[in-house]
C-alpha cells in the first residue's frame, strides 16, 4: 500500500500542474507563452543545472557514467527510431527522427525523479538532462536543418551552465550558499512554469497522421524504457540511480523537439513533430506511472 501511496505523491504534482497549464490554453487560447520559453531557456535552465548538479547531489563519476549509460540509450532510440520510421515509408527520416530520440527529461523526468529519489535522484536525472540539452542544440538542429551550426551552441545558456557545472562537480567545489539559495528557487520555479507550458501546448498541437504518430510514440514511451531496462541488467546498476536511469527513458517526446523543427524544417515536418509529441505525451499519462512503480519497487 505504501508504495501506491508514493507513486500517487510522485505524480499527482507533476501531472496536476500539466493540468493547470491545459485548462489555462484551453480558457484563452491566444495566452502567451513566449516568457516562459525566453525565462527557461535563458535563466530557468541553467540555473536548473547548476542547482542540481552540485557535488552536495551527485559526484563526478555517478555524473560521468549516466551521462555515457544514457548516450548509449540515445543510440538505441536512434535505431529503434529508425526501424518505426522505415515500416512507415517515411521519405525524410533524417528531419523526422528528433522526437523518437529526444525524451522530455527536462521538463517531465526531472521532476518525477526529484519527488521519487529526492535530491540525489535529481543529480542523476539532471546529468541525463544535461545530455538532452547538448543533443537538442547539436544534433537536433543538425538533423532539423540537415547542416551542423556552432551559432545556436554559441549561443546557448545552458550550454555554459553546464561547462560551469561539470568543472565544478570535477573539482568537488560547493556553491556559495548565495547562489545555491538562488539557483535553487528559479529552477522550482522554472519546474513550474514548464510543466505549465506542456499543458498548453498540448492544446495547440494537433495530431495530423494518427496512426504514424502512434506508432512513432509506441517506439518512444513503450521500446524507450525497455532499452533502459536492458542497460540497467547489462551494467548491473542498482539503487536509486537505476531507476532514474529507467524513468528518464520512459519519457515522452520533448517539446523542444517542436521549436527546433519549426525553425529550420519544412511544415509537413513540423506537423509531424506536434503529432509525435502530443501522442507520445497523452500516451505517457498511462505508461510513466507503470514505469515509475516498477522503479520505486525494485529500485530504491
Known sequence: MLIYLKLFEVLFPVFFVVGIGYYLGKKNPKIDTAFITNFAANVGTPSMILYALNPINISFDVFKNYFGYYVIAIIGFILIGIICLILQNTKDIVRELPPLIMPNTGNMGLPIC???????GLGVSASI???????????????????????????????????????????????PVFIENTTFLLMYATIFLILMSLGIALTRFKVFSFKKALICSIGRV?????????????????????????????????????????????????DSVASTIVVSTVMSFFTIPVVVFFALKYFN
Not at 526529484?114 to 540525489?120: E, M, R, T
Not at 529507467?246 to 524544417?265: D, F, G, H, K
Open 114 to 120: 526529484l519527488f521519487a529519489y529526492g535530491s540525489q
Open 129 to 175: 538532462s544535461a545530455l538532452i540539452i547538448l543533443c537538442h542544440f547539436t544534433l537536433g538542429v543538425f538533423l532539423a536543418a540537415r547542416k551542423f551550426s556552432i551559432d545556436v551552441i554559441i549561443k546557448s545558456p545552458p550550454f555554459y551552465a553546464i561547462i560551469v557545472a561539470v568543472i565544478l562537480l570535477y573539482y568537488d567545489f560547493h556553491l
Open 222 to 270: 513503450i521500446v524507450g524504457p525497455i532499452i533502459g531496462f536492458l542497460l540497467i541488467k547489462y551494467f548491473k546498476l542498482t539503487g536509486f540511480a537505476a531507476g532514474v536511469l529507467l524513468i528518464q527513458c520512459a519519457m515522452p517526446s520533448a517539446v523542444l523537439n517542436y521549436l527546433v523543427a519549426s525553425m529550420y524544417s519544412p511544415k509537413k515536418i513540423i
